[in-house]
């Protein structure tokens, strides 16, 4: 099949490289939920050959993940798990790194909070968790551009959205996790961090 194509993560990807890079130095294992294209796994398992990268997503995104996955020689990056955050189990063996793109804004309320339900069980003691994309502060959008984003998400499902970053934290610090930092990226995107006490 052709490969599918976001160009928002061939422009996103540089940014997000150097951010998570640092963070991920001693990790050994990263968990990336909703791996959608498969172009950010081949491109920052090949960025860091240490990492063995775990790729997931539900199951109707498999091919095309898969597709740019049989075009790399990076032996460090696996064939994606099934995992739609509300309906499958997450893996029970625990990752050094959970890594989340442009996932929750298109989740509902309820998923997201299932995600973070869930992720327990395939984190341990130090384990971090990375998530990029856009987010509210005090119920408020960072941009004009934010705002109309947001109108489109709900205009195509009213259960999406962009979340407020108040929220999500009160979501990791009722599984033990700990905000760590906020990163500000390019085009009003966020990378926050929070580690597993």
Not at 10 to 33: A, F, G, M, R, T
Not at 95 to 108: E, P, Q, V
Not at 142 to 161: H, Y
Request: with cysteine; charged share 20%; hydrophobic share 35%.
């Amino acid at each position: 099949m052709k490969k599918p194509f976001a160009g928002s993560c061939e422009q996103n990807q540089d940014p997000i490289l150097n951010v998570i890079q640092p963070l991920l130095k001693e990790c050994q294992s990263v968990l990336e939920i909703g791996s959608g294209t498969g172009q950010h796994a081949v491109y920052f398992a090949g960025k860091m050959p240490h990492l063995h990268w775990q790729t997931s997503d539900r199951v109707e995104n498999h091919q095309g993940i898969n597709a740019w996955l049989q075009e790399t020689h990076n032996a460090n990056i696996y064939p994606p798990l099934t995992l739609d955050v509300s309906k499958d189990p997450f893996p029970k063996q625990p990752f050094d790194a959970i890594f989340s793109a442009n996932t929750l804004h298109i989740m509902s309320k309820n998923d997201v909070s299932a995600f973070f339900q869930n992720i327990t069980t395939c984190m341990k003691a130090g384990s971090i968790l990375l998530a990029y994309g856009p987010f509210n502060y005090n119920g408020e959008y960072t941009s004009d551009s934010n705002a109309q984003f947001d109108r489109w998400l709900t205009s195509r499902d009213i259960n999406s959205g962009i979340k407020d970053i108040e929220w999500l934290n009160e979501l990791a610090d009722a599984i033990g996790l700990e905000r760590v930092d906020d990163y500000a990226m390019p085009a009003n995107n966020r990378m926050l961090y929070w580690k597993k006490l």
